[in-house]
């Protein structure tokens, strides 16, 4: 395998892994289309890079599976905003005008993103289409979000935090999120049940119909 063809084959298992969570090389394999066999080798480069890790996880019967997943330090191979400039400029605004200041900052952040995306997406809709657009442009945005409905409603995942740095220094970026997709969607109640700040690899959000 050509050295450009065996570092697509490694970004495709971290791309797996982020999106699908951890699992045995068999799984990747599956996904992939090889043999369990060349993943564990690109798995094997990845760990040496300190970008995947695995536990043994013993079943009750059998031997016990290998399962692989990424490490904090996978987080820098996948789209990130500028997060220092962020940082310093949330830093920069507490300093100079607060925590009343910050929030005001965060909530016309919300009010511009709200505007911008109801541009994209009619507010005719039926909901389940309005949760697959919101999908489209969160994915756009570097989220690696995708949707799914079962049997508790729908789901908006995202996969990314592109500006993890910035919503762990200020945790109304967040909580402006959260503001964004109920005015966005309607009426609508959401529970986020997942979130990559407080140590998930993920942030799931449920969403039904009020």
Same mark, same amino acid.
């Given at each position: 395998?050509?050295? $450009? ?23 990747? =394999?599956?996904?992939?289309? /090889?043999?369990?066999? =060349?993943? @564990? ?5 990845? *760990?040496? !890079?300190?970008?995947?890790?695995? !536990?043994?996880? &013993? ?6 599976? +290998?399962?692989? +997943? ?22 920069? /605004? ?14 016309? &952040? !919300?009010?511009?993103?709200?505007? @911008?995306? &109801?541009? +994209? ?10 949760? =697959?657009?919101?999908?489209?442009? +969160? ?6 979000? *995708?949707?799914?409905?079962? $049997? ?14 910035? =919503? ?13 997709? !109920?005015?966005?969607?309607?009426? /609508? ?11 998930? @690899? @993920?942030?799931?959000? &449920?969403?039904?119909?009020?």
């Amino acid at each position: 395998m050509k050295p $450009e063809d065996s570092a697509r084959a490694r970004d495709k298992v971290l791309f797996y892994l982020k999106t699908k969570g951890p699992q045995t090389a068999a799984q990747l =394999a599956k996904r992939l289309g /090889v043999t369990p066999m =060349a993943v @564990r080798q690109h798995l094997y480069t990845l *760990e040496q !890079t300190a970008l995947v890790g695995y !536990t043994d996880e &013993r079943k009750h019967v059998g031997r016990p599976s +290998r399962v692989w +997943r990424l490490t904090p330090q996978s987080a820098a191979m996948f789209p990130d905003n500028h997060s220092e400039l962020a940082v310093g400029i949330i830093n920069a /605004v507490r300093t100079a005008f607060g925590d009343s200041g910050l929030a005001r900052l965060v909530g016309e &952040r !919300t009010r511009t993103q709200l505007a @911008r995306y &109801r541009e +994209r997406i009619d507010a005719e809709l039926p909901l389940e289409k309005k949760v =697959a657009a919101l999908a489209v442009l +969160r994915r756009d945005e570097g989220y690696m979000a *995708e949707w799914r409905k079962d $049997e508790q409603g729908l789901w908006l995942i995202e996969n990314n935090c592109p500006i993890c740095a910035a =919503a762990s220094a200020c945790s109304g970026l967040c909580d402006g999120e959260l503001r964004l997709f !109920t005015e966005l969607l309607g009426r /609508v109640e959401i529970a986020r049940e997942e979130h990559i700040i407080s140590g998930a @690899r @993920r942030c799931a959000y &449920r969403i039904t119909e009020a």
